[in-house]
């Protein structure tokens, strides 16, 4: 879908660091932000391999993965469905998911854990109909996320990504061993108990030897925040003119400089922040800046 991918590495000029990079992933496309694209490049792909031309996908009502979805469907020519979590609601996110024509079935929460049920009750006989998990959770997308350290041209002593599902963190690691690189990646879960990280990431990458977890930068849990988290936020952007976002990219950067002053990283270290998108993430909480 993309002739050429813009994610350029930018270093950020900070008094506190000589040598912070960041990947910018969320210049790929407004919608279709960072790593969705990167998960959703190899199933779209194989989608249309099968010849499939309507997706089926899961998510909650802030879902960065349905607003890509629906995004790349259109821009592909595919129609796409989406199961919501949860009572109906309208929110910036949903809006753009119908304005790219996805149609979305709100569903209770018990049976929204039953995502293979869901598919197989509503588009059983649909033969055009393919499954994403939620968040396009997938060999495809490890792959897909893989190929942001294959277009690295430096060698980091440290990678930084947020993690929710861990299949970006997966692809990244992959993509670490398989380029027999040294560089430590560093994993910030931006849920509670974000140990089960390292059981998702194993299940596609058994080599783990490079792979350091921090689980204290939660803030509270998934979407959850802090005044101190916001805080960061408005410093952050305001002193390097980049934005990011509450649920995953602004943990992930307070977890960069955090380690940094409290000597984890050393400051010459060469540090690579993956810049996974989600901006629109920071509309969903606009009353709280
Ligand atoms: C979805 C998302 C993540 C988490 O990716 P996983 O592969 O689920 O771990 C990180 N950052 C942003 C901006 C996201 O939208």
Known sequence: MFE???????????????????????????YISGNKWRKLKYILAKAEAEHKNHLITFGGAYSNHLVATAAAASRSGLKSTAFVRGEKVTNEMLLLCKLFGMDLIFTERESYKDKFALFEKHFKFDVNAYFID???????AVTGCSEIVDELTDVYDHIFCAAGTGTTAAGLLDGIVKNNLKTKLHVIPVLKNGN???????????NTENLILHTDYHFGGYAKTTPELFKFIKDFTANTGLLIDPVYTAKMFYAVFDLQRNKTIKSDDKILAIHTGGLLGIFGMKDKF
């Open 4 to 30: 050429k991918l813009y994610s350029p590495v930018e270093k950020l000029k900070l008094a506190a660091f000589n040598n912070l990079f960041v990947k910018r992933e969320d210049l790929i496309d407004p």
């Open 196 to 206: 089960f990280i390292k059981a998702e990431i194993v299940k596609y990458v058994p």
């Open 134 to 140: 939620e968040g396009g959770a997938s060999t495809e």
